[in-house]
């Protein structure tokens, strides 16, 4: 399988996330994806590619104009208004306030176009998570021209951001850019599964009123588990999307065999959608020894799902999404990716 790597990932190196109150070290590191690549090569799993730069475009057919000119501008405005290393948002327009107008004020910007204050905004975040969305859309290229599988090294992830938002962790949604490239080449109907710990409430919400993205997911139920608002079992889409939208909330104790059988009833309504492509949001914070997280896949269980996502039989695009065990995070990807090759 090929890898498209994105070299431009450490360019977003956030030290500290902010969390109940304080500054503590961040858990999306670039040393993540360094460990993946080495994990990559060591396997022999196939070429790396660089990306291919398909320019702003196809980003704007997810995200709003203007919140991409915001997060292009917005650590550079952040230190032009006083501010000083990673930026947080400290203020949001939640029910009653408005949203419609944006404000003059940064502070007040960086509210609006957010959705958490543990997602530092760096100078390089912008340039990393951009290049991340090329890096996406140049293994979609490969799948369409006929590659039955192709893997996305990068981060910052993608699941959680928004048409008009950033947070835990991701700022362009790498899944939902591919998905609709994929629509716009042609393709009718599109899979997204999405296997993170945490519910790709971003992903969700772009594909929500449509039936040509079909989104499902396995995740911590959030009542306990970040994103905390939005992955319930009752949200199955609205308008023309009515059930497309499918998503499996589990409870953190939930045992490896119920993981599985969760992720067969995920498959069983994509096979029933009859997509053209499967897009995998891939997160492996399902492992045991995750630092965030509390479910406890294991390596056997990673090659497991690596081989049932191979019997789904549709070509396949692996996107990188969590993971924050840094040093197992490259043998869980190997193991799912190499599951899958067989
Ligand atoms: C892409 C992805 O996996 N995003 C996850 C974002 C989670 N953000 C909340 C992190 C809370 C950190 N909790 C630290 C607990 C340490 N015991
Ligand atoms: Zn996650």
């Known amino acids: 399988m090929q890898t498209v790597y994105n070299a431009g990932h450490a360019q977003h190196a956030a030290t500290h996330e902010f969390f109940r109150g304080r500054l503590v070290p961040a858990f999306e590191v670039p040393a993540r994806a360094d460990y993946i690549l080495g994990a990559v090569q060591k396997a022999g799993l196939g070429e790396v590619l660089v990306p291919v730069d398909h320019g702003r475009a196809p980003l704007e057919r997810v995200h709003a104009a203007r919140y991409l000119r915001f997060i292009a501008g917005a650590h550079t405005e952040w230190l032009a208004t006083g501010g000083e290393g990673d930026a947080f948002p400290a203020v949001w327009p939640v029910r009653t306030l408005r949203s419609d107008v944006e404000p003059a004020s940064f502070a007040a910007r960086l509210g609006l176009y957010s959705m958490d204050s543990g997602t530092p905004l760096t100078a390089g975040s912008w340039a990393a998570a951009y290049a991340g969305a090329q890096a996406s859309l140049t293994a979609l290229d490969l799948v369409l021209a006929g590659q039955r599988s192709v893997y996305v090294l990068t981060r910052p992830p993608g699941h959680h951001a928004g048409a008009d938002f950033f947070g835990g962790y991701c700022f362009i949604n790498n899944a939902a850019v591919a998905a609709q490239a994929a629509r716009d080449a042609g393709l009718k109907r599109v899979a997204i599964l999405d296997v993170d710990y945490h519910h790709g409430n971003g992903t969700q919400a772009i594909f929500y009123d449509r039936a040509d993205v079909f989104y499902a997911s396995v995740h911590g139920d959030p009542r306990t588990e970040f994103p905390f608002f939005l992955g319930h079992a009752d949200e199955t889409g609205a308008g023309e999307g009515a059930g497309c939208n499918a998503n499996f909330p589990l409870p953190v104790d939930v045992a490896n065999e119920d993981w599985f ?36 896949l294991d390596e056997p269980e990673f090659r497991r799902m690596g081989r049932r996502l191979a019997a789904f039989g549709a070509p396949t695009l692996f996107i990188q999404e969590g993971g924050y065990a840094t040093e197992a995070i490259g043998r869980n990807v190997v193991a799912v990716l190499g599951g899958f090759e067989g």
Not at 264 to 272: D, F, I, P, S, W
């Open 261 to 296: 059988a969760a992720l067969e009833q995920a498959l069983a309504r994509l096979t029933a959608y009859r997509p053209e492509l499967l897009v995998v949001s891939l997160g492996v914070d399902t492992y045991g020894g995750d630092p965030i997280s509390h479910f406890k």
